[in-house]
């Protein structure tokens, strides 16, 4: 068989050969030569995913790192205007030569980088020092149905006994990261519910967002059965251990199994869920385009162009927000409602909802308010208020009654009097259930009013997650005003 020219062949140990010669005696370059030969070779490594492990000069491992492209990140330690930071930048002073570990994927990546921190343990990998802070990766086994989560302490002997532990890694974005890429594979559940597969009352409950962007199968609905659940779960353990050849193979086997026995549609999910395995790498390529920023990034990356204009990079923008609003977990979900009338008749409202930063027209909903619009009051009067409360009875009703999930933050266009409005309609749901946060974003002055505070939260105008929440009550209002307009010529058609 040939040699592929384009995938250099790797040691026993998976280290690619290395072009250049051995680095001269230490002392023997100046501090400029030494970064400058550094940088010539980092810029000729593979173009791939990868893990580098930086040496001194008696060839001892000083720090770990993973790169999604090994040039671009190994080069960027040794260009002239490398600033590293306070902790890694010393490093510069020591590093003498590098070694590079070629992965499949960014999460394999990831998982590579872990186990060689904790093997080696390098003096500037000063985050790995105190495990009781680190993330670790946690599947409850003992539960019907187990949940994947993110958890620094796994040690919990209530919700950890039995669990599978994987870890500690070195930061929590990347891993949250790649759990959720995994995600879309595996279609395990990363919610807290306590769902038992004997509860009747699951065939009633509405399955959160995941569920219809495929991103879980809904267990908490009985969408699916522990069996089926576990299988998924098992091949996601295999998978972090590093057996995806078994895996891929077990899989292989059992789409074959099902389609002899004509079970189609089982065989048929199989057949995805291996395509998508095969296409992790691809499939992270392009979550980093739709991380780009510009108009033409946000096209490629399904955004509409009314948002477009206002572009930010959402994992960033969602970070920023949790922590302007303080909130404890991720915002994965949110949604926006926003009342559009002219001269008080023809009032609507909309719903418009955003998964990990982007608009999910699927849950787009419009509503034509019943009970708000006051045209025969006069010309000059409307009710967003009654409007709003309207809305938010009629979208989070289930919510209220624990058959359905809240999203993550709820956006209500307008100022104090709108959040008040919605805040008095949340009161008033059956079941008790509340919102985990609700704000409300008023033009002009884009102040964010918030729940349970009195006093707003005032933001610069280039602070992403600002821009993000401007962004999301435009498409709201848009939404709205297409639905008003359609109704408005339909009016006009009718009275002609």
């Not at 025969?376 to 709003?388: C, K, L, R």
């Not at 709201?476 to 359609?486: D, G, I, K, N």
Request: glycine share 8%.
């Amino acid at each position: 068989m040939p040699d592929d020219p384009d995938r250099p062949f790797t040691d026993a140990e998976g280290f690619l050969p290395s072009d250049a010669p051995s680095p001269p005696e230490w002392g023997s370059e100046t501090r400029q030569q030494r970064l400058a030969r550094l940088l010539r070779k980092a810029r000729s490594l593979q173009s791939s995913p990868g893990v580098y492990l930086m040496k001194d000069h008696k060839g001892v491992v000083v720090y770990v790192g993973k790169a999604a492209r090994l040039p671009d990140r190994v080069a960027s330690y040794f260009a002239p205007s490398a600033d590293l930071g306070p902790k890694k930048q010393p490093m510069l002073e020591v590093v003498h030569d590098f070694d590079t570990l070629v992965c499949e994927g960014e999460w394999e990546a990831l998982l590579t980088e872990n186990r060689l921190i904790k093997d080696i343990g390098p003096k500037f990998n000063v985050r790995l020092t105190d495990d009781k802070t680190f993330p670790y990766l946690a599947i409850t086994m003992r539960e019907d149905f187990p949940r994947v989560m993110v958890t620094r302490n796994p040690s919990d002997p209530v919700l950890m006994k039995g669990a599978r532990i994987f870890g500690p890694f070195v930061a929590a974005g990347s891993l949250r990261q790649a759990v959720q890429l995994l995600q879309r594979v595996f279609r395990f559940r990363t919610c807290s519910l306590d769902i038992r597969a004997d509860d009747p009352r699951n065939r009633l409950f509405r399955p959160c967002i995941l569920y219809n962007i495929n991103q879980c199968t809904a267990p908490c609905a009985d969408k699916i059965g522990t069996g089926a659940y576990r299988a998924d779960v098992e091949r996601f353990v295999k998978f972090l251990e590093g057996k995806q050849s078994t895996m891929l193979r077990e899989m292989r086997g059992d789409m074959e199994a099902a389609s002899a026995a004509l079970e189609f549609e089982k065989a048929a999910a199989l057949r995805d869920q291996i395509r998508a395995i095969e296409r992790l790498e691809e499939r992270a390529k392009g979550g980093r385009g739709m991380a780009g920023s510009g108009r033409g990034e946000g096209r490629r990356s399904g955004w509409q162009p009314e948002t477009e204009i206002t572009y930010v990079e959402p994992k960033k923008a969602l970070r920023s927000l949790r922590k302007t609003l303080g909130m404890d977990s991720a915002i994965r979900c949110i949604e926006a409602i926003d009342i559009a009338h002219l001269q008080g008749g023809e009032t609507v409202g909309s719903k418009v909802c955003f998964i990990d930063g982007r608009p999910f027209k699927n849950e787009y909903r419009r509503y034509r308010i019943k009970g708000a619009g006051l045209a025969d009051a006069g010309p000059s009067i409307n009710d967003d208020y009654s409007s709003i409360r309207e809305v938010v009875s009629r979208r989070y009703r289930e919510a209220g009654n624990g058959h359905e999930l809240y999203p993550d933050v709820i956006v209500i266009d307008g100022g104090l009097g709108q959040l008040h409005a919605a805040m008095e309609a949340f009161e008033t749901l059956e079941g008790g259930v509340r919102p985990p946060m609700v704000i409300s974003l008023a033009k002009k002055e884009e102040l964010i009013y918030v729940q349970q505070r009195s006093e707003p939260i005032r933001l610069g105008r280039e602070n992403l997650g600002l821009r993000l929440v401007q962004a999301i009550r435009d498409e709201a209002h848009r939404f709205a005003q297409h639905y008003h307009h359609v109704l408005r010529r339909k009016s006009t058609l009718e009275e002609g």
